[in-house]
């Protein structure tokens, strides 16, 4: 794993995928937001000013560096939509819905916003393909990360075993206790899985999304996968969790580019 900042944003980074791809994870550090959502929150619907969250965003551009005109984002819904970026998303159109964004363009930045569930960005080098997926427990449950591959494969020909993928800081086992119905739902869709993505810890049920994610990876036939092992609960310091702040806090951010 590896952190980096550049001008107090301090972020993570893949050691896994190749210099083809500008990546990060930024963390919460070097904004202009005050608490509950100090300081880079990227959040527009958190009850942070929207002014704070436009001069985050820019920060985090310029560290990168990207232009912020090249932003391709998403509004996301927890299910398995895949939008094909095509071109960046105008200031003045809406965010599309979905839980998964690729792109060949390499004049296009992906953008997706986090406060607990797992970023996943994907790269197939061979058709020079990208793509960031949100797996919390309901994409994940309906195979998020398999329509990701999926969609990779059908519109751009890529081939499963070419793709590299990171799974991002999220909320870890140890905090993300779960009900019986989601357990129940889990084990029946995936029977094979059941006993390696669930803990129990006093006498409940914990999810892992981390290892649920890259089984369902292995699945479809990725096998390069990294995972940061890193708790968004765990560590305050450094990330937002929705679930550990009780609701009160922001959202951080994943990037990804093709090098031109």
Not at 102 to 130: A, E, Q, Y
Request: glycine fraction near 10%; charged fraction near 20%.
């Amino acid at each position: 794993m590896s952190f980096h900042e550049i001008n107090g944003l301090r972020y993570y980074s893949f050691e896994i995928f190749s210099k083809a791809v500008t990546q990060a994870v930024f963390t919460r550090h070097g904004g202009v937001s005050p608490a509950p959502w100090r300081s880079l929150n990227l959040g527009g619907a958190v009850g942070d000013d929207l002014a704070n969250v436009t001069e985050n965003r820019r920060r985090l551009f310029d560290a990168m560096p990207r232009r912020a005109d090249t932003i391709q984002d998403v509004w996301l819904v927890h299910g398995t939509d895949i939008f094909y970026a095509d071109h960046p998303r105008l200031p003045t159109d809406p965010s599309p819905k979905a839980d998964i964004i690729l792109t060949d363009n390499p004049h296009i930045s992906l953008f997706m916003r986090f406060g607990d569930c797992v970023p996943i960005l994907l790269h197939d080098p061979h058709k020079k393909v990208i793509g960031i997926a949100h797996a919390g427990w309901q994409g994940t449950l309906r195979g998020v990360v398999g329509s990701a591959v999926q969609g990779m494969q059908t519109r751009y020909g890529s081939d499963p075993k070419h793709i590299v993928a990171g799974i991002g800081p999220s909320i870890g086992v140890d905090h993300y206790q779960v009900g019986a119905e989601v357990v129940s739902q889990f084990r029946q869709t995936y029977p094979r899985h059941a006993e390696q993505i669930f803990q129990t810890k006093n006498e409940s049920a914990h999810l892992d999304l981390w290892t649920a994610n890259a089984l369902q990876l292995n699945d479809v036939g990725v096998h390069q996968v990294q995972i940061s092992a890193i708790c968004t609960a765990c560590h305050l310091e450094d990330w937002f969790s929705h679930r550990a702040e009780k609701g009160k806090t922001g959202r951080f951010g994943a990037l990804m580019s093709l090098q031109g």
